[in-house]
């Protein structure tokens, strides 16, 4: 990975699309870990472009996936022609996992890499992620498995951040350009506290309540086991979400949760880190 990102400020995402395809021409074949995000979703479209039929967008599918994402991933990968495969993964069944400690990332990515490794040896190809340059600075476990896989990541390797990811994704006409981050169900459970499917449950559908609400970027976190469910909602519309408690909690504690509370410092990324003695992350 040379991460080239010495020339971010100044290059164009035409330019940067063009670095990105010449990264992906490189490999013979590559599967692509895609969980229909806008990352693995840009990847997978100019891998698509690139290598044809020599490229495979493959979908961890387990109940730490939301449906509404797994639903948008195939329709996605139907949309633009890629060849797309559904595979599931079988974190639940680890105890390191389940057990949610700081390093539960790890252990998925182990997971994900003993589904996908059989696949690629099959046809020769590398796996790709879709980490980009920013994932490289913030609490991520699971990269440390993808290094000792031998795993690939073309947009670190083209220099491509967020921003880069966007404007290139949205020179593509991509429909995943403005999509919020949506991370995995289990990022949601306080470090500590084991990830059952049952809080899993859960969390999707308080998530799920919400967005019908018309609150599409939102974080249920669990605490307690599952008791507690703590809202976070942007900044922008939390004096709203006062005016609606009512409505929120009617519909966090349809979903199993026995209390709600709205989280009055907002939604941010990784907020779950503070657990751990980590910084917060910042707004994504």
Request: glycine letters at 10%.
């Amino acid at each position: 990975m040379d991460g080239r990102g010495d020339d971010r400020a100044t290059r164009t995402p035409e330019r940067t699309l063009e670095d990105l395809r010449a990264r992906l021409a490189a490999e013979s074949a590559l599967l692509v870990a895609f969980s229909g995000g806008v990352d693995s979703a840009l990847v997978a479209a100019v891998a698509h472009e690139v290598l044809g039929a020599r490229a495979l967008a493959v979908t961890a599918v387990s109940a730490s996936l939301p449906g509404a994402e797994r639903r948008a991933a195939a329709e996605f990968a139907r949309r633009h022609g890629i060849a797309h495969v559904e595979v599931c993964t079988d974190e639940l069944t680890r105890p390191e996992y389940v057990a949610n400690r700081g390093d539960r990332c790890y252990h998925c990515k182990s997971a994900l890499f003993d589904v996908l490794e059989p696949l690629a040896a099959l046809s020769g190809a590398a796996v790709a992620l879709g980490t980009n340059l920013d994932d490289l600075g913030d609490h991520r476990p699971g990269l440390r498995a993808a290094g000792e896989r031998g795993a690939v990541a073309p947009l670190v390797d083209a220099g491509m951040g967020k921003i880069e990811v966007r404007a290139v994704s949205a020179a593509l006409g991509l429909e995943t350009t403005a999509k919020p981050a949506a991370a995995c169900l289990s990022s949601r459970v306080a470090y500590g506290e084991p990830v059952t499917r049952e809080v899993l449950g859960r969390i999707e559908a308080a998530e799920d309540g919400l967005h019908g609400l018309g609150f599409p970027v939102c974080r249920v976190r669990s605490h307690a086991n599952g008791t507690v469910a703590r809202v976070e909602l942007p900044e922008e519309e939390l004096e709203t979400a006062a005016g609606r408690r009512t409505e929120i909690d009617t519909v966090v504690r349809a979903a199993g949760f026995e209390f709600c509370a709205l989280d009055l410092q907002g939604f941010r990324s990784g907020r779950m880190n503070v657990l751990l003695g980590l910084p917060r992350a910042g707004v994504r």
